[in-house]
């Protein structure tokens, strides 16, 4: 069975920080292309990083230069550092592969930033 679960969230203050972690099972992270996606009250799911298999990434505007994705193939996990935390950026954070498969969604990760 695979399984993909999120990890890390919390409330914080702006400005401040949280690692998202996220681990999987039944599957090999390092052959897989993986992205961390978001939710906001109100609005569609969307992506705000991505890694390749070769550990190229990519990010959307509004979260570049403030959050770094990365991998760990021997632990196989994908994080998701997040500096500058804005209000903006609540939502609840899923990982999923890149483009995102509708079976691999887990719970995700509350994160919630106060102003």
């Known amino acids: 069975q695979v399984q993909l679960v999120e990890s890390g969230g919390g409330l914080v203050q702006a400005g401040g920080s949280l690692r998202l972690s996220c681990a999987a099972s039944?599957?090999?992270?390092?052959?897989?292309?993986m992205g961390w996606y978001r939710q906001a009250p109100g609005k569609q799911r969307e992506l705000v990083a991505r890694?390749?298999?070769?550990?190229?990434?990519a990010y959307a505007d509004s979260v570049k230069g403030r959050f770094t994705i990365s991998r760990d193939n021997d632990k196989n996990t994908v994080y998701l550092e997040m500096n500058s935390l804005k209000p903006e950026d609540t939502a609840v954070y899923y990982c999923?592969?890149?483009?995102?498969?509708?079976?691999?969604w887990g719970q995700g990760t509350q994160v919630s930033v106060s102003s």
């Open positions: 890694i390749s298999s070769f550990s190229t990434t």
């Open positions: 039944g599957m090999r992270l390092s052959i897989n292309a």
């Open positions: 999923n592969t890149y483009p995102r498969s509708n079976d691999l």
